[in-house]
């Protein structure tokens, strides 16, 4: 339990710095950020094997973060692993920064794939784990997706891709938190669910809790270990977790605010750090 | 340096053989280099390659935009990826996959679009791209080729081993009229000149160079003299060569397969007017859709012909 509690204290640090980060310009993707902040503690605190002093490492496990809107919950986690100072998440949005609103494999170091598309990171991630596996590696890819993404036609051409492929180092999660830009994913397009659809395309499906740390770690444990499909952790999450502003509001896909609006949302964020680590 | 053929003939093998062909040598050589397709490997003439080189095959089905993206993703783990499809499902329908998850990611693909213009014949309108490189030439640095025979082709097919970034080669399937002796080399970027002339320079690619070599013997015939270049890399687009037969000759005429807004054409004029204005008239098609047929008839019906040039370059010279 121990490794949990730490994996809960970095995850309240990549909630307070990604709030911070969006709280600068007064604007941003506030919703879907938080809703993966939990699984890229995981990610990057425990599961996946990178070196942050050398980027461009070539046998590293990669994440292709196909939502490309969550970029700064993504920055954050860098920035904390130590890709790049802290101070450069304040740059967000602005011009000539390192990190743009979507996520750029040529402007952020520890970003592996460019995306911003919607759709396109299934097809991209597909690729890395066929390259991969020709070229011998033994690394996984990670993908993330977002429900409202699954919208897009391409995302189920890459789901037939990646089972008639078998890319079991492939490991996809789709960020299940119910909301797109216009409202309820349901009311805009009902897609249906989501497990019973890519366990119908052939991969091996999971479904946790996206802000349990232990759920999504145990399911990434899961699906490493079998074989022969790729794995899909459907991520039960609030769009919006844990920042008091965006739960409150509908949608929060992208919000404006004032320092005023926001600063509840930090000063709880960061109460709830506090908390994590003297827990 | 590439070396003209004295007598134009038609090659007595396919192109799509030779990119086979090509690919698989490089292949043998380089465990990089890995080929995909969208169902259309009968089509494509890359049967052996998918024998040989099972591991590095990769076969999508009929999902060009997951296709493209696939590419990307190889080539991110440090491949060199030859994707083909038919040129209208290799450029218009996979517009946004090449821009951002290839050319925005500065990614390292080329994608194959076979059966440019009227050459996809029978298969009518909905597969006849006269708008593959015009939908393509916006995007920032993207590399368009359209080889002219099949020496030019390998020429093209070898130096892609060698470069970074995104292509998009034109691929006539059929036998090509020959035009370059074997072991020819060209530079990526750099028009090949075939036929030097005074009178008027003719800039044609794909199937309508050897049109344009017809119609400059048909004009010395008349006594006018036409030079005639092959401007193989429509994008980027050798202006330096282009301005200086404009001064030249003082007119030029472009020969294409492919709709003139946003082709050849366009390009050549876009060119001309920044660095040598001087009138050009353009053969190829005028903003219409494709249709079926047999090629020589097409040919006929797009005004795709050696007369079409020829009359197109007494008109460029009478507006000088």
């Known amino acids: 339990m121990e490794n949990y509690k730490k994996l809960r204290v970095f995850a309240e640090e990549i909630r ?26 995981v990610l990057y605190g425990k599961q996946m094997n990178i070196n942050p002093k050398n980027p461009q490492w070539e046998d590293r496990d990669r994440l292709v973060m196909s939502k490309g809107h969550a970029g700064p919950a993504l920055y954050a986690t860098l920035a904390l692993k130590g890709y790049f100072p802290k101070e450069t998440l304040l740059t967000l949005n602005q011009g000539g920064t390192q990190l743009p609103s979507h996520c750029d494999r040529l402007k952020t170091p520890g970003v592996d794939m460019t995306t911003g598309s919607l759709g396109q990171g299934i ?3 597909c690729g890395l784990a066929v390259g991969n596996r ?36 492939l490991i996809a999660f789709v960020d299940l938190n119910k909301q797109q830009l216009d409202g309820k994913c349901d009311d805009v397009l009902y897609m249906g669910d989501m497990v019973d659809k890519f366990t119908a395309f052939g991969w091996f499906v999971q479904k946790v809790n996206g802000h349990d740390l232990q759920a999504v770690d145990q399911a990434i444990d899961n699906a490493k270990v079998q074989s022969g499909k790729p794995a899909m952790i459907v991520l039960d999450t609030v769009k919006g977790h844990g920042c008091l502003l965006a739960e409150q509001t509908f949608p929060c896909h992208h919000l404006k605010f004032t320092s005023q609006q926001i600063a509840p949302s930090i000063a709880q964020a960061e109460a709830a750090l506090e908390a994590a680590r003297k827990a | 340096m590439y070396t003209v053929k004295s007598v134009f003939e038609k090659e007595t093998q396919e192109m799509r053989a030779v990119y086979c062909q090509t690919l698989r040598e490089l292949a043998r050589k380089n465990p990089k280099i890995c080929a995909l397709d969208a169902d259309l490997i009968g089509s494509s003439g890359m049967k052996a390659f998918f024998e040989e080189f099972p591991d590095r095959a990769v076969n999508c089905g009929i999902q060009e935009s997951n296709m493209v993206g696939v590419a990307a993703g190889m080539s991110a783990a440090g491949m060199i990826p030859f994707a083909h499809s038919f040129g209208p499902f290799a450029s218009r329908r996979v517009l946004d996959q090449i821009f951002i998850s290839c050319a925005y990611a500065k990614l390292n693909v080329r994608i194959i679009g076979s059966d440019p213009g009227v050459t996809a014949a ?20 993207i590399t368009l080729a359209e080889p002219a025979d099949s020496v030019q082709l390998e020429w093209l097919i070898r130096q892609l081993e060698k470069e970074y970034g995104v292509f998009y080669i034109r691929l006539l399937r059929k036998n090509a009229i020959g035009v370059f002796e074997p072991g020819s080399q060209f530079a990526l970027g750099k028009i090949a000149r075939l036929r030097e002339g005074t009178d008027v320079a003719i800039a044609a690619s794909g199937i309508l160079l050897g049109e344009a070599l017809k119609a400059a013997q048909m004009l ?67 903003d219409q859709f494709g249709e079926v047929g047999a090629e020589d008839y097409l040919r006929q019906r797009f005004d795709l012909t050696a007369d079409h040039i020829l009359r197109a370059a007494k008109a460029a010279i009478a507006r000088k």
Request: aromatic share 6%; charged share 15%; net charge negative.
């Open chain 2, 220 to 286: 010395e015939a008349q006594g006018i003299s036409a030079a005639v270049l092959n401007p193989f890399c429509w994008k980027p687009l050798d202006s330096d060569t282009l301005a200086e037969y404009a001064a030249k000759c003082g007119c030029v005429v472009t020969a294409e397969n492919h709709n003139i807004i946003g082709g050849l054409g366009s390009a050549v004029a876009a060119s001309l007017s920044r660095t040598c204005p001087v009138p050009v008239e353009m053969v190829g098609v005028e």
């Open chain 1, 123 to 125: 097809s991209t991630a």
């Open chain 2, 122 to 141: 029978y298969n009518g309108g909905t597969h006849m791209p006269f708008e593959d490189m015009g939908a393509l030439m916006s995007i920032p640095q």
């Open chain 1, 134 to 169: 020709i070229m011998g590696r033994k690394s996984f890819t990670y993908l993330v997706l977002g429900d409202g993404e699954c919208d897009e036609g391409q995302i189920w051409e890459g789901a037939s891709f990646a089972a008639h492929q078998k890319l079991d180092r």
């Open chain 1, 16 to 41: 307070v710095e990604t709030l911070k980060e969006l709280a600068h310009l007064s604007f941003g993707h506030v919703g879907g950020s938080m809703s993966v902040v939990e699984l890229l503690a």
